[in-house]
């Protein structure tokens, strides 16, 4: 069980990091000609959709958003005694050639990060793959590091982040978690 030990981000903070976030993808793409939005399932598909509608506005265009399922290219999936629930991927647009913004809530240790990127390859061969994530706490466990990054949250190995979006939570924040002594 785990207790709440500090709210990182209120509704006002998660708007204005998605906001930051959105402009800076553009900025270092200059514009959005050549970029698609895939988020990661389940979370980093709300906040993706959220940094390209920002975009869509601000550039007066239209993005292909898609959506990654990493289930079946998690590396963990033989220790897991339950049958991992497949929600699917949804890309229906080819990534070949493409600035793929690929958006997760949390990066933590690496790990699905490295499986989304397993599945990205075998979709095509984008041009560059650039990670946006809402928040970085640390303790990688492989080389890996967001383009892009909402807050940096430094955490004890034992503590968590829960990011809450309206469309799964009802609210928008990013609660720090204890675990129960």
Known sequence: ???LKAQIIDQDGFDRTTIRLAHEILEKNRG??????????????FIARRIARIIEEVEHTTLQIGSLDITLYRDDLLGKLEQPQLKGTDILFDISGKDVILIDDVLFTGRTIRAALDELIDLGRPRT???AVLIDRGHRQLP?????VGKNIPTAAQESIRVHV???DGEDAVLLMHPEE
Do not use: F, H, P, W
């Open 1 to 3: 069980m785990r207790r």
């Open 32 to 45: 959005a000609g050549n970029i698609v939005i895939v988020g990661i399932r389940t979370r980093g598909e």
């Open 129 to 131: 793959i650039q990670l």
């Open 144 to 148: 890996i590091r967001a383009d892009y």
């Open 166 to 168: 309206k469309e799964v």
